[in-house]
């Protein structure tokens, strides 16, 4: 009698957001033939299985957009479908926003916007989206399996097969994630498809956990981000790169690491082969990256300097490189990359030495942020790369050297190591903005919005060096907070932050080694030459690459 | 336009022998530098033409920090400025006595 009763319990109380899926299901299937689903069809079947109020993931990843399914979100009924808890990394396209103008959507957990930044501060200002918080990536990822579980996931891939398992591409992403999540736990993933295919190349996502299939009438949209053409680099980012070669990643024999995307790291990308080769450091740094493929590293890659390379996502115009390259890339069964943001960031927060990245701002203390008091571009990634990782635990020479450096007192078998965090940029930004102020933007957004926390890039405490054309500022070796901002004002050059340093303390921090400048490391300032530069046009990495790199078409100046 | 002028005791002539350089360009947000041996060994002139007007603060700690670090005595600069950012005017400056201090020519 009382297991009768417990059983009874068990399936009308424990499954009761299966017995909702199903029920989605079955309101979708009427739409569908299988699983495949007309396009025209679509804004009804998303009425029929999203719920007012329900957490939905409309698949904007860093790059690739479910373009075709944001349109027919936008579309539905708002009497069937309203208030929705948009979570999802990227808010990337226009329609991201318009749902929140609409009413479809109220409330938004996300971790980058990109180009949207600026529409999307004037939103949060005009009460339009009621924010939950901006994350870095795998903060949200992270948020999926606890809090934030999406019951509706809406998805791109390059193509499925009639039972519905999905090939996504080389611009795989974030997509594993979140059908992981989605799937699992009692929620509806609908995906759009490029193609419908008798066979998929390869399978990323097994048909089980994919309910609806649409294909749409053209490819889903992909941004190329990381496309930095070498005929935008200047002198003073030549000159940086070079500091930051021969001050950083030689002394501490930097080989495991991540670079951001600003024009900088695609210097030092092209350095390798020619200003890093004529040092002797082929081998020793730079040999393994937690990366998207970036065309600037093709020269490096051609001139045998990079062994292995794992990627968050994709690059437009990289797909035949990398598959001829597979030595170096993370590729299928078919051959074409598998990229992966969710593992990607766990590498390069755990398995990667260095970080090196450029920032918008940064304060006396070192923090830095990208947020300006009219643009919120989020967090992405970079906090996640840009941070120590308490919990590593494996040794490595640049890890235990920093560690040193921070605290030479530790006996050193208790000692933690650091990660190397490294800020670069020009003292001056775009239209002669400082890079180096009193008080980040970030801050007065805060108090502007009631912000419980400032949207910092990477706290100061994280950053272990900053490199400008004016030196390298070794965080690790200041003792105390006035050197810190010493050490920042000493190479904050000409901006305010710059003249206002004490020049006494700034030069007795350069005795230390604390602060080196160009001439300090023997680099000689005509070196800082354009000719210097492995390839000076995109034009070069096409012709280094063979011919197998195939830039779009907005980077074909030649 | 605006033109300015500095003169600097250096700490010791600059090395090498040629008699002058020249690097850069005029251009927007650039600068051409030309560098001539004329001077005693001591001393240290910079002569600006420069198309942002206002801006002489700025150049005074620029070329301050200049003569300090590379010492470049005995030399004479005529600049002709497009308007560069500090930085790059630094970074002038400093490939104008590497320049003059190389050997050979």
Same mark, same amino acid.
């Given at each position: 009698?009382?297991?009768?009763?417990?059983?009874?319990?068990?399936? &009308? &109380?424990?499954?009761?957001?299966?017995? !909702?899926?199903? #029920?989605?299901?079955?309101?979708?299937?009427?739409?569908?033939?299988?699983?495949?689903?007309?396009?025209?069809?679509?804004?009804?079947?998303?009425?029929?299985?999203?719920?007012?109020?329900?957490?939905?993931?409309?698949?904007?990843?860093?790059?690739?957009?479910?373009?075709?399914?944001?349109?027919?979100?936008?579309?539905?009924?708002?009497?069937?479908?309203?208030?929705?808890?948009?979570?999802? +990394?990227?808010?990337?396209?226009?329609?991201?926003?318009?749902?929140?103008?609409?009413?479809?959507?109220?409330?938004?957990?996300?971790?980058?916007?990109?180009?949207?930044?600026?529409?999307?501060?004037?939103?949060?200002?005009?009460?339009?989206?009621?924010?939950?918080?901006?994350?870095?990536?795998?903060?949200?990822?992270?948020?999926?399996?606890?809090?934030?579980?999406?019951?509706?996931?809406?998805?791109?891939?390059?193509?499925?097969?009639?039972?519905?398992?999905?090939?996504?591409?080389?611009?795989?992403?974030?997509?594993?994630?979140?059908?992981?999540? &989605?799937?699992?736990?009692?929620?509806?993933?609908?995906?759009?498809?490029?193609?419908?295919?008798?066979?998929?190349?390869?399978?990323?996502?097994?048909?089980?956990?994919?309910?609806?299939?649409?294909?749409?009438?053209?490819?889903?949209?992909?941004?190329?981000?990381?496309?930095?053409?070498?005929? !935008?680099?200047?002198?003073?980012?030549?000159?940086?790169?070079?500091? !930051?070669?021969?001050?950083?990643?030689?002394?501490?024999?930097?080989?495991?690491?991540?670079?951001?995307?600003?024009? +900088?790291?695609?210097?030092?990308?092209?350095?390798?082969?020619?200003?890093?080769?004529?040092?002797?450091?082929?081998?020793?740094?730079?040999?393994?990256?937690?990366?998207?493929?970036?065309?600037?590293?093709?020269?490096?890659?051609?001139?045998?300097?990079?062994?292995?390379?794992? #990627?968050?996502?994709?690059?437009?115009?990289?797909?035949?490189?990398?598959?001829?390259?597979?030595?170096?890339?993370?590729?299928?069964?078919?051959?074409?990359?598998? +990229?992966?943001?969710?593992?990607?960031?766990?590498?390069?927060?755990?398995?990667?030495?260095?970080?090196?990245?450029?920032?918008?701002?940064?304060?006396?203390?070192?923090?830095?942020?990208?947020?300006?008091?009219?643009?919120?571009?989020?967090?992405?990634?970079?906090?996640?790369?840009?941070?120590? !990782?308490?919990?590593?635990?494996?040794?490595?020479?640049?890890?235990?050297?920093?560690?040193?450096?921070?605290?030479?007192?530790?006996?050193?078998?208790?000692?933690?190591?650091?990660?190397?965090?490294? *800020?670069?940029?020009?003292?001056?930004?775009?239209?002669?903005?400082?890079?180096?102020?009193?008080?980040?933007?970030?801050?007065?957004?805060?108090?502007?919005?009631?912000?419980?926390?400032?949207?910092?890039?990477?706290?100061?405490?994280?950053?272990?060096?900053?490199?400008?054309?004016?030196?390298?500022?070794?965080?690790?070796?200041?003792?105390?907070?006035?050197?810190?901002? *010493?050490?920042?004002?000493?190479?904050?050059?000409?901006?305010?932050?710059?003249?206002?340093?004490?020049?006494?303390?700034?030069?007795?921090?350069?005795?230390?080694?604390?602060?080196?400048?160009?001439?300090?490391?023997?680099?000689?300032?005509?070196?800082?030459?354009?000719?210097?530069?492995?390839?000076?046009?995109?034009?070069?990495?096409?012709?280094?690459?063979?011919?197998?790199?195939?830039?779009?078409?907005?980077?074909?100046?030649? | 336009?605006?033109?300015? +002028?500095?003169?600097?005791?250096?700490?010791?002539?600059?090395?090498?022998?040629?008699?002058?350089?020249?690097?850069?360009?005029?251009?927007?947000?650039?600068?051409?530098?030309?560098?001539?041996?004329?001077?005693?060994?001591?001393?240290?002139?910079?002569?600006?033409?420069?198309?942002?007007?206002?801006?002489?603060?700025?150049?005074?700690?620029?070329?301050?920090?200049?003569?300090?670090?590379? #010492?470049?005595?005995?030399?004479?600069?005529?600049?002709?400025?497009?308007?560069?950012?500090?930085?790059?005017?630094?970074?002038?400056?400093?490939?104008?006595?590497?320049?003059?201090?190389?050997?050979?020519?």
């Amino acid at each position: 009698m009382l297991m009768s009763t417990n059983a009874e319990r068990n399936t &009308t &109380t424990w499954q009761r957001h299966r017995e !909702a899926r199903d #029920s989605r299901l079955e309101a979708g299937a009427r739409l569908a033939r299988g699983k495949i689903v007309e396009a025209r069809d679509v804004t009804r079947l998303l009425e029929a299985v999203i719920r007012p109020g329900d957490r939905v993931c409309l698949e904007g990843d860093n790059q690739k957009q479910a373009d075709l399914l944001s349109h027919a979100l936008l579309a539905v009924d708002l009497s069937k479908v309203n208030d929705l808890h948009m979570v999802q +990394s990227g808010v990337v396209l226009p329609e991201h926003l318009d749902l929140f103008d609409r009413g479809v959507a109220k409330k938004l957990d996300y971790a980058y916007s990109g180009p949207q930044s600026a529409r999307i501060a004037r939103m949060l200002f005009g009460g339009k989206i009621e924010l939950g918080a901006v994350h870095t990536y795998l903060e949200l990822f992270a948020r999926y399996f606890i809090d934030l579980t999406p019951h509706v996931a809406l998805i791109a891939a390059v193509s499925a097969d009639r039972e519905g398992n999905l090939y996504t591409g080389p611009n795989t992403e974030d997509t594993p994630t979140v059908v992981e999540a &989605t799937a699992f736990k009692d929620g509806v993933v609908i995906a759009q498809v490029n193609e419908i295919v008798d066979e998929v190349p390869r399978v990323d996502i097994p048909a089980d956990r994919v309910h609806f299939i649409v294909k749409a009438d053209k490819p889903f949209f992909v941004e190329p981000l990381f496309t930095r053409d070498p005929a !935008a680099i200047t002198e003073g980012q030549i000159l940086t790169a070079m500091l !930051a070669i021969k001050g950083i990643y030689a002394p501490y024999g930097v080989r495991r690491l991540n670079h951001g995307i600003g024009f +900088s790291t695609a210097a030092i990308e092209l350095l390798l082969p020619t200003f890093g080769e004529r040092l002797g450091l082929k081998g020793k740094i730079a040999t393994h990256f937690a990366l998207n493929p970036h065309p600037a590293l093709i020269p490096a890659i051609e001139s045998g300097w990079v062994q292995q390379i794992h #990627s968050f996502g994709s690059e437009v115009g990289m797909d035949e490189y990398i598959r001829a390259r597979s030595d170096v890339y993370f590729t299928g069964p078919d051959g074409s990359l598998r +990229s992966n943001r969710a593992f990607c960031q766990t590498a390069g927060l755990y398995a990667c030495d260095m970080f090196i990245g450029s920032t918008l701002q940064i304060d006396l203390q070192g923090n830095s942020s990208t947020v300006t008091t009219s643009r919120i571009a989020g967090f992405g990634g970079a906090p996640n790369m840009g941070a120590d !990782a308490r919990g590593r635990r494996h040794p490595s020479e640049p890890w235990l050297k920093a560690g040193g450096e921070a605290d030479p007192d530790s006996p050193a078998l208790l000692r933690r190591g650091r990660k190397l965090v490294v *800020q670069i940029g020009e003292t001056f930004g775009d239209k002669n903005v400082p890079l180096f102020v009193e008080k980040l933007d970030a801050i007065e957004l805060a108090e502007k919005l009631s912000l419980e926390l400032a949207p910092i890039m990477i706290y100061g405490d994280d950053v272990t060096h900053i490199v400008t054309e004016e030196g390298v500022a070794n965080l690790l070796l200041c003792r105390n907070a006035g050197e810190r901002e *010493q050490a920042i004002r000493g190479v904050a050059g000409y901006t305010e932050v710059g003249r206002r340093r004490d020049r006494n303390m700034v030069e007795r921090l350069r005795q230390r080694g604390v602060i080196r400048r160009p001439e300090d490391l023997d680099i000689n300032p005509l070196d800082a030459d354009r000719s210097m530069l492995a390839a000076r046009s995109i034009k070069d990495l096409v012709r280094w690459s063979g011919g197998l790199y195939a830039p779009p078409s907005k980077f074909r100046n030649w | 336009m605006e033109d300015l +002028s500095f003169q600097h005791r250096a700490r010791g002539r600059a090395g090498g022998s040629r008699q002058n350089a020249i690097v850069g360009v005029v251009a927007s947000g650039n600068l051409e530098v030309l560098v001539e041996r004329t001077l005693p060994d001591a001393e240290c002139r910079l002569e600006i033409k420069t198309a942002a007007v206002g801006f002489g603060e700025v150049w005074t700690a620029v070329i301050g920090d200049f003569v300090e670090r590379y #010492s470049p005595g005995g030399l004479r600069f005529s600049i002709n400025d497009g308007g560069a950012r500090p930085d790059t005017v630094s970074l002038r400056l400093a490939q104008a006595v590497r320049l003059i201090e190389e050997d050979g020519r």
